[in-house]
Nanobody, 117 residues
Framework: QVQPVESGGGLVQPGGSLRLSCAAS????????MEWYRQAPGEEREFVAD???????RYADSVKGRFTISRDNAKNTVYLQMSSLKPEDTAVYFC???????????WGQGTQVSVSS
């Protein structure tokens, strides 16, 4: 079982940058696809980016070219580097670990990102 814990959220001005971290406990980190989702007030949770066990990444069109996902298996941590932030990026960002063994998804508690001047 994997338990993700996000950190790094906060308030940033439009055009600014922020890096989110997600530390996932458990010895199976390297066998999980690591994902980032976000949920704005009144909206459904949406996919942001993921990185598979081989390091291949995928991004939502809305963040492509601005966000970068990466993982450090030695530290059981996945990162989301966010640049050129826009007010519409404001949301609670959730980290998730998708097991390639059981297909079960484990969610973190979320971290708030607010983009405002």
């Amino acid at each position: 079982q994997v338990q993700p814990v996000e950190s790094g959220g906060g308030l940033v001005q439009p055009g600014g940058s922020l890096r989110l971290s997600c530390a996932a406990s458990g010895s199976s980190f390297g066998r999980n696809v690591m994902e980032w989702y976000r949920q704005a007030p009144g909206e459904e949770r949406e996919f942001v980016a993921d990185i598979n066990t081989g390091g291949t990444t995928r991004y939502a069109d809305s963040v492509k070219g601005r966000f970068t996902i990466s993982r450090d298996n030695a530290k059981n941590t996945v990162y989301l580097q966010m640049s050129s932030l826009k007010p519409e990026d404001t949301a609670v960002y959730f980290c998730a670990a998708l097991s390639t063994i059981t297909a079960r998804r484990y969610w973190g508690q979320g971290t708030q990102v607010s983009v405002s001047s």
